[in-house]
């Protein structure tokens, strides 16, 4: 029986370093070389995530935003961008102004990258988090855009793929959740930014999502089992296309609860290790 095996990147496959061991690195690619199904599943876009991912040997298409983008890492190619319509961005949009908060849009370009737009940066956590992204993005990057724009003129000239609202205010994330649900078309949930400590509102079309991504590649493979690997809430609609989701032992506690099976944390290798000793399932 084949196993389709995907995981996430940040706190599941990497450890607090964002990095992989050299030892694991290697059994990772043995594994791939001899015939392991593997793919990553990440919120990184592309462009953030490539060199991370440069030193394993995919051969399967990645998982970009959460599921929005996929990307064909042998062939440097996009397969699909599930693009939000401009209606529901102009809603969207409209929910964000009522309470004042910065949002951040993505844009897909034709490579694969992505370009960041914002307005609104006015409270400080607003302003470290783009100053901060900005700086990641010289970091692990040759592709520099995070700019500054009406995000009214950005939604009249471009597609929108991906959205994340920076809150820390209880009510005014209740308030934008509530109201996000009468939106048709998207999908959307919350994200705990750990390094920033605040929480992110990620909102993306209904037709992608990490699920959607692993039912393409489950597709893709004709694998008959998938095994799936996480460790925040951006991770648990892996669960609904996986026959086991496993949760690494450093999630957050309340990911535990939809664990079939919670294996050791990031920084013990945890991930690799499953697979290795059970490339059999």
Same mark, same amino acid.
């Given at each position: 029986?084949?196993?389709?095996?995907?995981?996430?990147?940040?706190?599941?496959?990497?450890?607090?370093?964002?990095?992989?061991?050299?030892?694991?690195?290697?059994?990772?690619?043995?594994?791939?070389?001899?015939?392991?199904?593997?793919?990553?599943?990440?919120?990184?876009?592309?462009?953030?995530?490539?060199?991370?991912?440069?030193?394993?040997?995919?051969?399967?298409?990645?998982?970009?935003?959460?599921?929005?983008?996929?990307?064909?890492?042998?062939?440097?190619?996009?397969?699909?961008?599930?693009?939000?319509?401009?209606?529901?961005?102009?809603?969207?949009?409209?929910?964000?102004?009522?309470?004042?908060?910065?949002?951040?849009?993505?844009? $897909?370009?034709?490579?694969? /990258?992505?370009?960041?737009?914002?307005? +609104? *940066?006015?409270? @400080? #956590?607003?302003?470290?988090?783009?100053?901060?992204?900005?700086?990641?993005?010289?970091?692990?990057?040759?592709?520099?855009?995070?700019?500054?724009?009406?995000?009214?003129?950005?939604?009249?000239?471009?597609?929108?793929?991906?959205?994340?609202?920076?809150?820390?205010?209880?009510?005014?994330?209740?308030?934008?959740?509530?109201?996000?649900?009468?939106?048709?078309?998207?999908?959307?949930?919350?994200?705990?930014?750990?390094?920033?400590?605040?929480?992110?509102?990620?909102?993306?079309?209904?037709?992608?999502?990490?699920?959607?991504?692993?039912?393409?590649?489950?597709?893709?493979?004709?694998?008959?089992?998938?095994?799936?690997?996480?460790?925040?809430?951006?991770?648990?609609? $892996?669960?609904?296309?996986? /026959?086991?989701?496993?949760?690494?032992? +450093? *999630?957050?506690? @309340? #990911?535990?609860?939809?664990?079939?099976?919670?294996?050791?944390?990031?920084?013990?290798?945890?991930?690799?290790?499953?697979?290795?000793?059970?490339?059999?399932?």
């Amino acid at each position: 029986m084949s196993t389709l095996y995907v995981t996430d990147l940040d706190g599941t496959l990497l450890n607090n370093e964002a990095t992989i061991e050299r030892e694991d690195l290697q059994t990772l690619n043995t594994l791939i070389k001899n015939g392991t199904l593997f793919s990553v599943a990440t919120g990184r876009s592309y462009t953030t995530a490539k060199k991370i991912l440069e030193p394993i040997h995919l051969t399967l298409p990645a998982l970009f935003l959460n599921g929005v983008h996929v990307f064909d890492m042998q062939r440097g190619r996009t397969l699909y961008t599930k693009n939000m319509g401009s209606l529901s961005v102009e809603k969207i949009l409209a929910v964000f102004r009522k309470v004042d908060i910065c949002s951040i849009f993505y844009v $897909m370009m034709p490579n694969g /990258n992505v370009t960041l737009y914002y307005d +609104n *940066a006015k409270t @400080e #956590m607003a302003k470290r988090f783009i100053a901060s992204r900005a700086n990641f993005l010289q970091e692990v990057s040759d592709y520099e855009a995070i700019l500054e724009k009406p995000l009214e003129e950005v939604i009249s000239k471009h597609q929108i793929c991906f959205i994340i609202a920076l809150e820390k205010d209880e009510k005014k994330i209740a308030f934008i959740m509530h109201a996000l649900s009468f939106i048709d078309g998207i999908s959307y949930h919350l994200y705990e930014e750990r390094t920033h400590g605040f929480l992110s509102i990620e909102v993306f079309s209904k037709e992608g999502g990490k699920d959607k991504g692993i039912s393409f590649l489950k597709e893709y493979t004709r694998a008959e089992n998938v095994i799936s690997f996480g460790d925040n809430l951006n991770d648990i609609s $892996m669960k609904e296309q996986s /026959n086991l989701f496993c949760v690494v032992e +450093n *999630a957050l506690p @309340e #990911m535990k609860a939809y664990a079939d099976y919670i294996i050791p944390s990031n920084n013990e290798s945890g991930v690799i290790s499953f697979i290795h000793n059970n490339t059999h399932i």
